[in-house]
């Protein structure tokens, strides 16, 4: 195996990383603005803001743009960490990688563990949104009702979701310059989109919506108080809100999943994970005032909180705001923005479990890359093979746990995010005093993000403990919400002792150590 780079003149931290290794994979096969795109992709904008603009209004009401702040905070801290770790170690196995080398082989795993099945959590889900908005799309094209009752069909519905899956399978292992390529077309329709909604929705609301007499009567006018977390009116719905908003910041990390494809590795996919970042906030913020000031965030008509059309803020607005012909191209973006994200969130967890294998933590099968295309086909073919079962699985038994299983998802975000946190600056420790920049990004910045994150993790597993979170369903009394999410993770405990069992050198840190790097005078 070749070594990779380390930071030039750190002759001390590349002994530290002397074990970290190379993958196989194709070396600059992306840049600074693909692989920003390839992060923005992952989180899918339009898509996040079709499924949760309304829900968290419902929450909090018009704070919604404070909310969306106040979950952009801890990511934008955890990105700090992932950046310095990335600095240090550009492997592809991230998250699982540097966590290894913070706290060991069996925390490491579960990290791990918890992004991949995350992420097959999220595949599922998007490849079901695309396969619903194709159909949509379909039945709005061809002007039929019976076309687009063609989702309701169960056995239709399947077997487009598997033909998606496919295709994006299929992309994804075709390597990066297939990926970068889709990505810009479909990245860039989306965010084309949104901005013809947002300003259109401006319009509307300064003009009281001419031309669709008492649609906008529940228009707001713009205050600053919007932007008060402060204001929002109990802890409890601040929590709630806070939970949507940081899901839907989720998925930037592919930036760095990236690493070993990309030109100058060791800094290009910290840069390119913040860009994405200031992206998606400032997407988020215009998107939610335009819209409140169209509509409002009250519970009737085209309120933002209203209970029958939250799920799915887009489809009820876009003729509304963008007119019969425009609107169809909300539509279409809704469904390029899951599609896309569906074909990138490969990344994350076929680099995963490539980099798990490679350091014996899986199955050595998984560790292959393929020689034409420079990817983890077996890994990647394996991540399309669980999303389609899974969802297929999920969908047959019944839709409540498919429901639960993705509400389940924000306990899975908030552990691995905030392991890798805590894990850089604990793995910079000795680094901490060297500079106030240091202090700041490698340890007050991290332990900050991650605690926030901890904390709506905690907060969360007590709320799923309730019945009434996610679908309703019960086990025994509990939330079948709480028995998916901790038995996912419970799962993972499970599959460690089976591993260890087969690949012990990992599990007794020979294969790659524990460590922190010692401390460079003037590096």
């Known amino acids: 195996m070749t070594q990779l780079d380390v930071r030039p003149g750190a002759e001390e931290t590349a002994r530290d990383v002397a074990d970290v290794r190379g993958k196989g994979l194709g070396k600059g096969s992306v840049g600074l603005v693909g692989s920003a795109v390839i992060g923005i992709s992952t989180v899918a904008p339009v898509y996040c803001l079709t499924s949760t603009l309304g829900s968290t209004a419902g929450e909090v009401g018009v704070q919604m743009p404070a909310v969306f702040l106040a979950g952009f905070l801890p990511m934008l801290l955890v990105a700090f960490a992932y950046r310095e770790l990335n600095k240090a170690m550009p492997d592809c196995g991230t998250s699982f990688t540097w966590t290894v080398k913070a706290f060991g082989p069996r925390i490491g795993w579960m990290c791990g563990w918890g992004l991949v099945i995350a992420t097959i959590i999220v595949l599922s889900n998007l490849a079901g949104v695309a396969t619903s908005y194709f159909w949509l799309l379909a039945g709005e094209v061809t002007g039929s009702e019976s076309v687009a009752?063609?989702?309701?069909?169960?056995?239709?519905?399947?077997?487009?979701?598997?033909?998606?899956?496919?295709?994006?399978?299929?992309?994804?292992?075709?390597?990066?310059?297939?990926?970068?390529?889709?990505?810009?077309?479909?990245?860039?329709?989306?965010?084309?989109?949104?901005?013809?909604?947002?300003?259109?929705?401006?319009?509307?609301?300064?003009?009281?919506?001419?031309?669709?007499?008492?649609?906008?009567?529940?228009?707001?006018?713009?205050?600053?108080?919007?932007?008060?977390?402060?204001?929002?009116?109990?802890?409890?719905?601040?929590?709630?809100?806070?939970?949507?908003?940081?899901?839907?910041?989720?998925?930037?990390?592919?930036?760095?999943?990236?690493?070993?494809?990309?030109?100058?590795?060791?800094?290009?996919?910290?840069?390119?994970?913040?860009?994405?970042?200031?992206?998606?906030?400032?997407?988020?913020?215009?998107?939610?005032?335009?819209?409140?000031?169209?509509?409002?965030?009250?519970?009737?008509?085209?309120?933002?909180?209203?209970?029958?059309?939250?799920?799915?803020?887009?489809?009820?607005?876009?003729?509304?705001?963008?007119?019969?012909?425009?609107?169809?191209?909300?539509?279409?973006?809704?469904?390029?923005?899951?599609?896309?994200?569906?074909?990138?969130?490969?990344?994350?967890?076929?680099?995963?479990?490539?980099a798990m294998s490679t350091y014996e933590a899986l199955p050595p099968a998984y560790a292959r890359v393929h020689p034409r295309f420079k990817t983890p086909g077996r890994a990647t073919v394996m991540a399309g093979v669980a999303t389609g079962a899974f969802y297929t699985v999920m969908t047959l038994v019944s839709e409540n746990v498919l429901t639960d299983t993705i509400f389940a998802l924000g306990l899975m975000i908030c552990f691995?995010?905030?392991?890798?946190?805590?894990?850089?600056?604990?793995?910079?420790?000795?680094?901490?005093?060297?500079?106030?920049?240091?202090?700041?990004?490698?340890?007050?910045?991290?332990?900050?993000?991650?605690?926030?994150?901890?904390?709506?993790?905690?907060?969360?597993?007590?709320?799923?403990?309730d019945p009434a979170y996610g679908s309703g369903s019960t086990v025994l009394g509990v939330g079948s919400v709480f028995i998916i999410?901790?038995?996912?993770?419970?799962?993972?405990?499970?599959?460690?002792?089976?591993?260890?069992?087969?690949?012990?050198?990992?599990?007794r840190g020979e294969v790659l150590t524990k460590s922190t790097p010692s401390l460079v005078v003037g590096d």
């Open 416 to 465: 691995y995010y905030s392991l890798t946190a805590f894990a850089c600056t604990w793995y910079f420790r000795g680094e901490l005093r060297r500079s106030t920049r240091d202090l700041f990004l490698k340890g007050v910045f991290p332990v900050l993000g991650g605690l926030l994150l901890a904390a709506v993790f905690f907060k969360t597993l007590i709320d799923m403990w």
């Open 149 to 354: 009752a063609l989702d309701d069909n169960k056995l239709v519905h399947i077997a487009t979701c598997l033909t998606l899956v496919a295709v994006a399978t299929a992309i994804s292992y075709r390597g990066m310059t297939a990926t970068k390529g889709v990505q810009y077309a479909l990245v860039g329709l989306q965010l084309a989109v949104l901005a013809v909604f947002v300003v259109m929705a401006f319009r509307k609301a300064t003009t009281g919506g001419a031309g669709s007499p008492g649609a906008f009567d529940t228009g707001l006018d713009f205050s600053w108080q919007w932007m008060n977390p402060f204001a929002v009116e109990s802890m409890a719905a601040f929590t709630a809100g806070l939970s949507l908003s940081i899901f839907m910041y989720w998925g930037w990390d592919a930036c760095l999943a990236t690493n070993e494809e990309t030109t100058g590795s060791d800094k290009t996919p910290g840069r390119a994970s913040l860009i994405a970042m200031v992206v998606l906030v400032g997407s988020y913020l215009a998107t939610g005032i335009a819209a409140q000031m169209a509509v409002g965030s009250g519970a009737t008509g085209l309120g933002l909180g209203n209970p029958d059309t939250s799920g799915n803020v887009f489809a009820a607005l876009a003729g509304p705001v963008m007119g019969p012909v425009l609107g169809v191209l909300l539509f279409v973006a809704v469904l390029a923005s899951a599609a896309a994200s569906l074909q990138t969130t490969f990344i994350p967890v076929a680099r995963t479990v490539l």
């Open 485 to 507: 999410g901790v038995g996912l993770l419970g799962l993972g405990l499970v599959v460690m002792a089976v591993t260890e069992r087969r690949s012990p050198a990992f599990f």
